[in-house]
Nanobody
């Protein structure tokens, strides 16, 4: 199983980045995919998640209206479009796979984690 996040980088406040999570080794369209982030000295937090099947999405309040999650079940990729970035979005971003959106977001029981990608937003 592999979950490879990419697309991180350094941008100025107000800028945009698109993160990608490329998955392999499991039945991608049967899993919800989520993004977590962790900033230095802070706890890990859920950012966004997209369900399999119905494509239902979830966002943490601080990114609503700025971030958009989507998935391509043919290419086995999930994207996180991040617009209007703020310095407080600076963190390492991880993608995860779980049996459902609820499992990832509420129960915090993702099955698979990938290595993170650094996002740095300067003011």
């Amino acid at each position: 199983v592999q979950l490879q996040a990419s697309g991180g980088g350094s941008v100025q406040a107000g800028g945009s980045l698109r993160l990608s999570c490329a998955a392999s080794g499991f039945t991608f369209d049967g899993y919800a995919i989520g993004w977590f982030r962790q900033a230095p000295g802070k706890e890990r937090e859920g950012v966004s998640c997209i369900n399999s099947g119905n494509g239902r999405t979830w966002y943490t309040d601080s990114v609503k209206g700025r971030f958009t999650i989507s998935r391509d079940n043919v290419q086995n990729v999930v994207y996180l479009q991040m617009n209007s970035l703020k310095p407080e979005d600076t963190a390492v971003y991880y993608c995860v796979a779980g049996v459902s959106l609820h499992a990832i977001v509420v129960a915090d029981t993702a099955n698979y984690w990938g290595p993170g990608t650094q996002v740095t937003v300067s003011s």
